[in-house]
């Protein structure tokens, strides 16, 4: 009976001590979001002790190393965002197409291969789609547009595109499988084609599933790093001519890292401010899209 | 006549809605005690009382006392897991592990310390027997136990409570997913059981507590309206609403 | 009579009517079909490019030689070793913190409370976060605030953090797709919760949550972003020999090299791509050989 206590005792222990241990590991994830943000915002408050927020945000040259140092973040932040249009406009139609091809169109085996193959797709490190920009797409535009230079947001943008092509499709595609198959049905009864069935009424229902992905998929494009540290450029000139070498957000981050940045010095600061920035966009962007996908599921 | 659990004013909520109503009681040993009812009446919640199935889900309240032996299991005087232990559950749906039809034997006494390979077999082979199962399946031990048949799997589903030397015996409505032929193997294996165990059957068939159980509790929404001696309650119930039940005009 | 009439109106119509939408059908179909057929094009274009540029140079001598100024003679042997110690290591810390928080969310944790809301949603906003932030908090907490310095210690808890919210929601979905009506089953029987969660509920979720790992780690092996922030180093001419050397990994050894202005160096980085994607594609066979392994034991 002794022995039987003792036993019933130390399990009852052996759990708790699970329990707290697995709350713990929990809380990590927590910690590390008040990380990131104690880490970039430290940082980026004393940054703004010595340059001043109009210049950061209004000043259109960048050249934090380099003097006269100047800190206007606009020729970053503009490459950012014609990386993020080029590639949206590679990945959204390439991507939505195929996720209706999946979804309405294609038979059952067929998307039994495509769908491994398009994870092949999203699982290429990104490294890898940064050498096919710079060795196989720059030479193409330069062969139609000569006036192309070697590094430019053109390649870049277009590889980052077809790295988000998957995330579009799969995300969309989830979304059109959502709907029940009640309502594919009715429309067919109704005597619709395909067509009709996937534009009129499997597309707007999904919409806002669509929107998300979409969403997702340009804060993914923002802040990618690898393929336009190699091909799109270090110039942080302000320039919207996407045949010219640029620079962007993640690639400065890249490219000051790469030499020694002693901690306090301005470039290690400049890091830490521009990495917040990249981080408010992205999680502000995260945020909508979740706000759209919650809007849908209250209409069902 | 031996009393195994004493249930008193035992009353029951998920969150506001009231289950159990004020319910008593008496278990008898070595006896099979049924619950007939229409489903929703509460029969299966008062069966998961008996064992503290029920703690597992958020927002539930329990009052009053279930005495097993003499001790109150609502007052940690009995371990929830040590409860368990004593008081085993079959469920609706035979539910084996996806493991072979060892595994699911010594699964319970393997967590409980037992280690020894030659016990383990010996508690596999009269669990088994107990239940009726093992000249059906002494040859493929290590074989899936989701290979087996509904009603096999069912009476895995004893022999694994069986392993773990329990007391009282709670079956929820246990025939309920099987054809007749598999039920009435059940039904047979029940008279054998009850030799060594109280056992509490939940069932909507009022044809299977008449032929089974000696005693018989008629719940409707969350009362229990009538308790007695099956062969009493089934001929002259005292209740006009068991009366219904039992005659059919509702349920 | 009315009824008729408009029947009549569907009738005249219906032959032009029905082709013009049968052919918006089939061009409609052609497009997506296309569209479909890019990402493959790619695919395609993109295997064929590569193989194209690096076959040939790649060589025993590529894989055991250590990096150097001569294209000619640089090889990987460093960068491979240090892949291997990071992502090792990286494997060894988010292989439990993800499957732990995933069991502590579905199986400890009351759902709808806040507690459990908010890491469910501070769980998919890390999701979100750009690889490279984590860099920059691999660079200020672990190379700085901890002093492990420029790290595989560094390099590898860094990837930890970014992999561990894939983790933990693969975990979820495994754990979650176990059936209550054996972890009942379980308890019923008198066995205490861990000892539910070990006996039932991981060797039935194990699949799933392997599947989803290894995918995750797999994705760690290709960053080279986060490692560039922690400082991981371009060029590297020793093996690493504990956590706490300098080291360099496989995509950062290719970014150097097709950094390169020299034709032969685009060469090596090519070469060096065929090495790190046949690693991957060793680590997703694995995942798949591992499901269908242990598929075939539960049935």
Not at chain 1, 33 to 55: C, G, Q, R
Not at chain 2, 103 to 124: F, M, S, T
Not at chain 3, 68 to 82: D, H, N, T, V, Y
Not at chain 3, 150 to 158: D, E, K, N, P, Y
């Amino acid at each position: 009976m002794k022995n039987e206590q003792k036993r019933k005792d130390r399990g009852r222990i052996g759990e708790f001590t699970i329990e707290t241990i697995l709350r713990f590991f929990a809380g990590i994830s927590i910690l590390t979001t008040i990380a990131i943000v104690w880490t970039l915002f430290s940082e980026t408050i004393i940054f703004f002790k010595e340059v001043s927020i109009t210049e950061f945000f209004t000043g259109t040259k960048w050249t934090p190393t380099l003097e006269p140092r100047h800190f206007g973040i606009l020729p970053l932040f503009v490459g950012t965002m014609m990386i993020a249009i080029g590639a949206s406009i590679i990945a959204l139609p390439f991507g939505l197409g195929s996720a209706i091809y999946l979804s309405e169109y294609a038979p059952k085996r067929v998307r039994k291969i495509i769908k491994p193959l398009l994870e092949i797709l999203a699982g290429i490190p990104s490294i890898v789609y940064g050498f096919f920009a710079l060795t196989f797409i720059t030479p193409i535009l330069q062969k139609f547009l000569p006036q192309t230079q070697v590094f430019n947001a053109a390649s870049a943008s277009i590889a980052v595109g077809i790295m988000i092509i998957p995330m579009v499709a799969s995300l969309s595609e989830d979304a059109m499988m959502a709907i029940p198959d009640s309502i594919r049905q009715g429309a067919y009864a109704l005597g619709s084609t395909k067509f009709e069935v996937a534009t009129k009424v499997i597309v707007p229902a999904a919409l806002s599933g669509i929107g998300s992905a979409f969403v997702l998929a340009v804060s993914r494009a923002i802040g990618e790093t690898m393929i336009v540290a190699i091909a799109a450029g270090q110039s942080p000139v302000l320039t919207f001519n996407p045949l010219k070498s640029i620079q962007t957000m993640t690639g400065f981050m890249v490219n000051i890292s790469l030499g020694d940045i002693q901690h306090g010095t301005i470039e290690y600061k400049t890091v830490f401010a521009v990495g917040a920035m990249l981080f408010v966009i992205t999680f502000v962007m995260n945020i909508i899209a979740k706000m759209i996908v919650n809007r849908y599921r209250e209409e069902y | 006549m031996e009393i195994k659990i004493k249930v008193e004013n035992l009353t029951f909520y998920y969150g506001n809605f009231k289950a159990l109503d004020n319910i008593s009681i008496d278990i008898e040993d070595r006896k099979i005690t049924a619950l007939i009812g229409p489903s929703g009446c509460g029969k299966s919640t008062f069966i998961r009382t008996l064992n503290r199935m029920n703690d597992l889900i958020a927002g539930t309240k329990v009052e009053g006392t279930i005495l097993l032996d003499g001790k109150d299991i609502m007052k940690n005087e009995i371990d929830a897991v040590e409860l368990r232990k004593r008081v085993g559950l079959v469920f609706q749906k035979p539910n084996p592990f996806p493991k072979s039809i060892y595994e699911n034997v010594v699964y319970g006494p393997k967590r409980h310390g037992i280690k020894n390979k030659a016990q383990l077999d010996e508690i596999v082979e009269k669990s088994l027997q107990g239940a009726a199962l093992w000249d059906e399946v002494k040859d493929k031990l290590h074989g899936s136990a989701l290979a087996l048949s509904g009603g096999q799997q069912q009476r895995l589903c004893i022999a694994r409570c069986l392993a773990m030397q329990p007391e009282v015996l709670l079956m929820d409505e246990p025939t309920s997913a099987l054809d007749p032929i598999a039920t009435m193997k059940i039904e047979e294996l029940f008279e054998t059981l009850k030799k060594n165990y109280a056992i509490v059957i939940v069932t909507h068939s009022m044809q299977q507590a008449g032929r089974i159980s000696d005693n018989t509790g008629f719940f409707l929404n969350g009362e229990l309206v009538e308790f007695g001696q099956t062969d009493i309650l089934f001929t002259k119930p005292r209740d006009k609403r068991t009366e219904d039940y039992i005659t059919g005009r509702f349920g | 009579m009315e009824v008729r009439t408009e029947q009549n109106i569907y009738k005249q119509k219906k032959s032009r009517n029905i082709r013009i939408r049968k052919a918006k059908n089939i061009i409609f179909y052609s497009i997506i079909l296309g569209a479909t057929g890019f990402g493959i094009l790619v695919l395609g274009l993109l295997l064929y490019q590569i193989l194209k540029t690096g076959l040939a140079w790649l060589s025993i001598d590529f894989i055991m030689n250590m990096p150097s100024r001569f294209p000619q003679k640089a090889g990987i042997k460093s960068a491979l070793a240090g892949s291997i110690w990071v992502i090792s290591l990286t494997a060894l810390f988010s292989f439990p913190l993800g499957v732990g928080t995933a069991l502590y969310l579905e199986e400890y944790s009351q759902k709808g409370t806040w507690l459990n809301k908010l890491l469910q949603l501070n769980i998919s906003n890390l999701a979100g976060v750009p690889s490279i932030v984590y860099g920059m908090l691999g660079l200020a907490v672990f190379v700085k605030m901890l002093q492990f310095e420029r790290s595989i210690l560094s390099g590898a808890l860094t990837l930890t953090l970014l992999i561990l919210p894939v983790i933990i929601v693969a975990s979820q979905e495994a754990i979650r797709s176990v059936p209550e009506t054996l972890k009942q089953g379980s308890f019923a029987l008198g066995v205490t919760k861990w000892q539910t969660i070990t006996g039932v509920v991981l060797p039935y979720a194990l699949p799933g949550i392997l599947t989803g790992s290894i995918l995750a780690i797999s994705r760690a092996m290709g960053e080279a972003a986060p490692l560039i922030m922690v400082g991981a180093a371009g060029y590297v001419a020793f093996l690493p020999s504990s956590p706490l050397d300098s080291f360099t990994v496989l995509p950062i050894q290719i970014f150097n090299w097709t950094s390169r202005p020299q034709e032969e160096f685009k060469n090596i980085a090519a070469a060096g791509i065929i090495v790190l994607m046949a690693l991957l594609l060793f680590a997703n066979g694995a995942a798949v050989m591992l499901r269908n392994k242990y598929q075939n034991r539960m049935d």
